[in-house]
């Protein structure tokens, strides 16, 4: 069985079916829209460009992390958080246009009847939202940010269409995408950071939904990966590492403007991104579970682990799916 044939054969177990069930009726029974759950213009939403929340929390963000950037003054500290927190926010609005669009290529093939078919259809319109929602704030906090990086800018719409052609590939680029925010958004969430109230009510809803949307690219995989043969799945214990690195890189790295608008050191940003042991941790942990998922799949073989290690996202698989970073403390 090859990366591209397993639809046709039709993994659909009981307890795939069960589990898909269960995502559907979730988004039906329990879902958000961005202009009915987020009052933009209450006053307690409102946004303040000089708020000291903007600051990089130096656990959270490999910037922040740096002495360089904590050495600033206050209100040079802010200017930087507020273009970063919005610029990643565009890049997640990004990334989801991406995903829609390789999941409407893998949706147009499956067969009647497919429960994957319901399931892909509401997380696409829950990531529409979640478009909405991002952009919305962008537009409110004021900063003209470019989002992506050049290239993957010009890649996006050739790699969402190819996802639809090698999907399981699409959907380990999913969680290669999808892991590095959601880890990002709950530690804010965990650790009370102080960040604007408004950043912090559509963390609170991407996080609820995206939950049901990491879990399903979990079921996916697992119940696809395991009907291989050993060269799919060869192929996948290497795609795993390279598209966990190449994403995050892609998401969580700054375009060259940053660095330029801001006059950051270029060793800064080399430390920053991602060749500091603070920022290296932070690298690690966005792929906590995705390395308990590829244990459990057994897909991490000697010549994977060391290809997990040279990128340096290799560590401790997480105990069970979301476990606070503080295990490692």
Not at 7 to 13: N, V
Not at 169 to 195: C, S, T, W
Not at 223 to 248: N, Q
Request: glycine letters at 6%; charged letters at 25%; one cysteine or more.
């Amino acid at each position: 069985m090859t990366l591209s044939d397993t639809m046709h054969t039709g993994p659909i177990t009981p307890e795939y079916a069960e589990a898909l069930a269960a995502l559907s009726e979730g988004s039906v029974h329990r879902h958000f829209d961005p202009y009915l759950d987020i009052d933009w213009d209450g006053p307690e939403l409102a946004i303040d460009p000089d708020d000291p929340r903007w600051v990089l929390d130096p656990e959270i963000d490999p910037l922040g992390a740096t002495r360089w950037y904590r050495e600033l003054p206050l209100h040079q500290q802010i200017e930087i958080g507020k273009w970063r927190i919005s610029n990643v926010i565009k890049v997640g609005a990004a990334f989801e246009s991406v995903l829609i669009r390789g999941l409407m290529q893998y949706i147009m093939k499956l067969p009647n009847g497919s429960p994957e078919f319901r399931y892909c259809l509401h997380e696409m319109t829950e990531e529409c939202n979640h478009i909405q929602m991002f952009q919305e704030l962008v537009n409110r906090v004021g900063v003209d940010v470019p989002g992506m990086r050049p290239v993957f800018r010009a890649l996006s719409p050739l790699i969402g269409v190819a996802g639809g052609y090698a999907h399981v590939i699409l959907f380990i680029g999913i969680l290669g995408g999808e892991e590095p925010i959601d880890h990002y958004q709950k530690a804010v969430i965990r650790a009370e950071a102080n960040m604007p109230p408004a950043v912090l009510r559509t963390m609170q809803i991407h996080i609820a939904e995206e939950a049901r949307h990491i879990s399903f690219a979990h079921e996916y995989l697992t119940a696809h990966i395991e009907r291989m043969g050993l060269p799919g799945k060869a192929v996948c214990a290497l795609a795993f590492p390279l598209a966990m690195r190449w994403l995050a890189g892609e998401i969580m790295t700054p375009p060259r403007s940053f660095a330029r608008q801001f006059d950051i050191p270029r060793e800064v940003i080399k430390e920053a991104f991602w060749r500091g042991p603070a920022s290296r941790k932070i690298l690690s942990g966005y792929f906590d579970d995705v390395r308990k998922l590829v244990d459990d799949l057994g897909l991490m073989p000697a010549p994977a682990k060391l290809l997990w290690r040279a990128l340096n996202i290799n560590g401790a698989p997480s105990r069970y799916r979301s476990e606070p970073a503080r295990r490692a403390a």
